[in-house]
């Protein structure tokens, strides 16, 4: 049998990116304004500061402003509420950006809660979950945006096909099932209590695999010529898909890295000048 063709998250998201750049200038030119995107992060966790550092850095080449908020491990629940409030209320911010997991301490989800929905370009918040799920206007999470647009970009129409999500996190698998279902896929939900998943997984079009578990999915567990999304991203980089084994079965695949890696700061990126561009009224 031949191999599956890649999807290249790299060469999409690049294009999104310089895209959302000309967009940027332009606005910036129309208002006087950059697009602003806060970052929050409370503590020093090395991989968040890296992320944070990452995602500000993109910000920078993409011509949007960013402002960087940096509270000490030790906030309390209340002072971040108090900070993403205000930052809600500051109309020189269009987006924010709550870097997670947090510290145990912290209850994730009133920290989300205050972030307000016009500017969740990060789609975290319950607002943006149900907008995203009923296919309405507003930001959508960025990992499974970003698997959206390699679908689209792939020629993947996803209406009436057999999607099975892998993983049901709330920044992950849970919204990626609700987008696909969104565009009239028939999706299952597959998770740490399913039972005999490869035989659910043998009879899906489309796999989306958000697990955290290097290479659980095996080639054999594929139905041929399925596409395969690869969200994982596991120390050594690598993903949640056997790749090599998948390689021979599936007809799209998607590679880590370089597939669904790149679009989610490409999405969060598009969203914050999405963002400013509806608060400029622009
Ligand atoms: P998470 O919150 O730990 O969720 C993992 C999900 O996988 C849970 O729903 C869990 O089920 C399920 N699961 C665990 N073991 C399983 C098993 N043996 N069989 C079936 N399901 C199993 O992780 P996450 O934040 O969604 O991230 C998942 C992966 O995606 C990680 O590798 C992460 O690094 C990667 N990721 C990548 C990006 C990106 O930008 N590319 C962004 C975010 C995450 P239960 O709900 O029953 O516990």
Do not use: W
């Amino acid at each position: 049998m031949s191999q599956a063709r890649l999807m290249d998250g790299t060469a999409l998201a690049r294009r999104i990116v310089e895209r959302t750049a000309q967009r940027a200038a332009a606005l910036t030119e129309r208002t006087g304004t950059a697009p602003c995107l806060a970052t929050v992060l409370v503590g020093e966790d090395p991989a968040s500061v890296t992320y944070v550092r990452m995602k500000r850095n993109r910000c920078r080449t993409a011509g949007i402003a960013s402002r960087q908020v940096a509270l000490p491990a030790a906030t309390t629940t209340e002072e971040l509420v108090g900070t993403l409030r205000s930052l809600s209320q500051d109309p020189a911010v269009h987006g924010i950006l709550l870097q997670h997991p947090m510290g145990g301490h912290i209850d994730e989800r009133a920290a989300f809660e205050a972030i307000a929905p016009e500017k969740d370009v990060d789609g975290v918040t319950f607002a943006s979950f149900a907008t995203m799920s009923f296919g309405l206007p507003g930001f959508v999470s960025c990992t499974p945006g970003g698997i959206m647009r390699l679908l689209d970009e792939y020629g993947v129409d996803p209406a009436g096909r057999r999607a099975v999500v892998v993983g049901r996190s709330a920044i992950l698998g849970r919204p990626a099932g609700m987008l696909l279902l969104a565009r009239d896929a028939t999706v299952t939900y597959c998770h740490s209590r399913t039972r005999e998943l490869s035989a659910v997984l043998r009879e899906a079009d489309i796999v989306v695999a958000a697990i955290g578990r290097p290479r659980l999915i095996h080639g054999r567990d594929l139905k041929p010529g399925a596409v395969v999304i690869d969200a994982g991203y596991n120390p050594g980089n690598v993903g949640d898909v056997d790749f090599d084994s998948a390689l021979e079965r599936a007809g799209l695949i998607t590679p880590v890295p370089g597939g669904v890696g790149p679009m989610t700061i490409a999405v969060l990126l598009e969203q914050t000048v999405d963002a400013a561009a509806r608060q400029l009224g622009a």
